[in-house]
């Protein structure tokens, strides 16, 4: 295979919406990504994973794995056989805020590979998930978590964009160096705080371009810009709250006992139920069985408690979609517009629609290519999603129900959060799950999924992809 670039750069915009990104790029405002990106390659929007939340959505670009394959369900999830086994583990649950994401690479399945590991050398800047950069190329290893802390006493994320770009330019003056993977914060930060359309969040989109400009510069002053692959991607969209769902007291009114985050120390023990929302678009709900934590039961088991659980919860109208998976497999979606079932046989996916379709597609047919899937429903309101929601259940930390949210709610009361969320993520909606995607090299039309990404880098370096990922390459 030869190779058609020397090395490759990603730029991973978290949060951003695909909508303002393409207004900024129609308007002349991102001149950079124009020139170096799009006119020698391409730009499109391209269907992210669910849950589509920080850390969990950069999975797809650095193992070219679905997040349930990948055994990372959620940015917050509980082990229901670790919590019933072995009481005194902090490994029973996580949440990947702060320290916790120093874990994200331990937590990651041993089958998933990632550019780090394939390509070498390699250098992280700032992304949680790191595993084959060591130490010395990882920059978010000591200096993610102080930084954190600094936007919490000023409110201001702009020294992380900053050191960001100090440690990006440092990458391209290693000339040995491969793969450069660099994550920009602020738009989705400011997005939580200020809303997606903010003044403050729309300018950090020209901010990045700038950066963009002045690596190209320095790659063009080295001689390597004509033999680097720029490519530029994002995690989830945004969208503005109007109202909140308070998940985690619904599940408490139940009776149970629950677990969820900041009450994760009153709940060490003797908990008999976890709610784990994250991006408060999502929401993973974990019950005790009849007897005791562990094994996981279908949904039926707990049904059977509680016959009224999905209606209880879709009678609320913030929530838009409840999950769950049977006792055989089948993974059901239910909705106010009706109800199916899905089932995954490696390339093909059925999909059964009882009553009206709960994404309100048109007609489907009921066995579908994973391909297909995402042709039929890529500029709809639900893209990908038949799929997106059954991946999710190949990991076992998955929760028992999951929940995603109607388009203008959250899944948490305001109250429970540091700051007031003015916008959330991780739904099945569109507004999340459709995200920018540009590279500097053509690439063949069919719709894209961020899973693509990772073959594609390996591509256009001239290496071998793995065998089992999700992603195929774009470049033809």
């Not at 780090?116 to 000591?142: C, D, H, M, Q, V």
């Not at 769902?245 to 120390?265: A, H, N, V």
């Not at 709940?267 to 974990?286: D, E, F, K, Q, S």
């Not at 934590?293 to 209606?311: F, I, N, Y």
Request: with cysteine.
């Amino acid at each position: 295979m030869a190779a058609k670039f020397q090395r490759a750069f990603f730029f991973l915009l978290d949060g951003a919406r695909t909508d303002i990104f393409e207004e900024l790029l129609a308007r002349g405002e991102l001149p950079n990504i124009a020139r170096y990106l799009v006119e020698p390659g391409g730009y499109r929007a391209a269907t992210t994973v669910f849950p589509s939340v920080t850390g969990v959505a950069y999975i797809p670009y650095l193992t070219g794995m679905f997040p349930g394959r990948a055994n990372i369900p959620g940015y917050r999830w509980f082990d229901r056989e670790r919590y019933q086994r072995r009481p005194l583990s902090f490994m029973r649950f996580r949440n990947y805020h702060g320290l916790g994401s120093y874990l994200m690479d331990r937590d990651l399945a041993k089958t998933s590979r990632t550019l780090f590991e394939l390509i070498k050398p390699s250098s992280n800047i700032f992304s949680g998930i790191s595993r084959g950069t060591g130490i010395r190329r990882n920059a978010a290893y000591f200096r993610r978590v102080p930084a954190a802390l600094k936007f919490f006493r000023t409110g201001s994320w702009d020294h992380v964009d900053e050191a960001g770009e100090r440690f990006l330019l440092r990458a391209a003056s290693r000339r040995r160096e491969k793969f450069t993977f660099h994550t920009t914060y602020s738009i989705d930060e400011y997005s939580h705080h200020h809303g997606p359309f903010s003044a403050r969040v729309r300018a950090r989109y020209g901010e990045f371009d700038g950066v963009l400009g002045r690596l190209v510069g320095s790659l063009r002053k080295s001689g390597q810009l004509e033999s680097s692959l720029l490519m530029l991607g994002a995690d989830h969209g945004h969208t503005e709250v109007k109202a909140h769902f308070d998940l985690e007291s619904f599940i408490e009114r139940l009776g149970y006992k629950t677990l969820y985050f900041p009450k994760q120390m009153q709940r060490w023990l003797g908990a008999t139920a976890a709610v784990m929302v994250a991006g408060n678009g999502v929401g993973h709900i974990y019950l005790k069985g009849p007897a005791e934590w562990s094994p996981r039961h279908g949904a039926e088991v707990h049904l059977e408690k509680h016959p009224t659980l999905v209606e209880d919860l879709l009678a609320n109208d913030g929530v838009d979609h409840v999950i769950y998976r049977a006792a055989g497999g089948e993974v059901h979606v239910r909705s106010r517009r009706g109800a199916a079932a899905i089932t995954l046989h490696d390339d093909d996916v059925t999909y059964k629609v009882s009553g009206g379709d709960p994404f309100g597609y048109g007609p489907m047919p009921e066995r579908m290519s994973r391909l297909d899937i995402l042709e039929r429903t890529a500029d709809s309101d639900y893209p990908d999603a038949p799929l997106q929601v059954a991946q999710l259940f190949d990991s076992p930390r998955a929760g028992d129900f999951v929940v995603s949210a109607a388009h203008g709610y959250d899944l948490r009361a305001a109250a429970k959060e540091r700051v007031e969320y003015l916008s959330c993520h991780g739904s099945l909606h569109r507004d999340h799950m459709r995200v920018p995607f540009a590279v500097n090299v053509p690439t063949v039309s069919r719709p894209a999924r961020s899973v693509d990404a990772f073959p594609t880098i390996l591509d256009s370096l001239g290496m071998q992809t793995p065998a089992g990922i999700d992603g195929r390459t774009l470049l033809g």
